[in-house]
């Protein structure tokens, strides 16, 4: 939560401070629309990606158009830094659309749900969008994602709207 405050300027509630604080590696989040869920998980991922060198982090949602609205979210977090604190950190060749790449090597790539788009990634922090909504979400869960995060002890974060 330092994190968010500190370096974004980002004031929490309560619930979003609660969702930066969670330490569990299968986390339910469950927001309203416009309380700010997508901010706080962008916030998230890039404090993970900051702190967890040569990770991959992967925003999944029902969509394409839905998993770069939560990129777009992210990109415009990573914006928020000082000038000083994104040079070095980042390179300006290193954030393109769909994906972030830190100079510790962590990235945060943007996918949608779609089982052949998915297959093939390892995932350190594997953060769904609107997890209500996937078409066949049984399989995509127990058949694509879950595997994605055995190798690396990864954290899985299933987000929706109410």
């Not at 702190?51 to 991959?56: F, G, I, K």
């Not at 945060?108 to 996937?134: H, K, Q, W």
Request: charged fraction near 25%.
């Amino acid at each position: 939560m330092e994190f968010a405050q500190k370096w974004l300027g980002f004031e929490p509630k309560p619930y979003q401070a609660d969702l930066l604080r969670e330490s569990g590696k299968r986390i339910v989040v469950v927001f309203p629309r416009q309380s700010g869920k997508t901010t706080t998980l962008a916030i998230r991922m890039i404090h993970f990606a900051l702190t967890h060198p040569a990770t991959t982090n992967l925003i999944v949602a029902p969509g394409y158009r839905q998993s770069m609205i939560v990129m777009d979210r992210v990109q415009e977090q990573i914006a928020r830094m000082s000038t000083k604190r994104r040079r070095e950190r980042f390179r300006q060749r290193e954030i393109q659309r769909t994906t972030v790449t830190f100079k510790n090597r962590a990235k945060i790539v943007a996918l949608p749900c779609s089982v052949n788009l998915l297959r093939g990634y390892s995932a350190s922090l594997l953060v769904t969008d609107e997890a209500a909504f996937f078409r066949d979400d049984e399989a995509i869960f127990y058949s694509v994602l879950f595997p994605m995060l055995q190798t690396t002890d990864g954290t899985l974060i299933a987000s929706s709207t109410m």
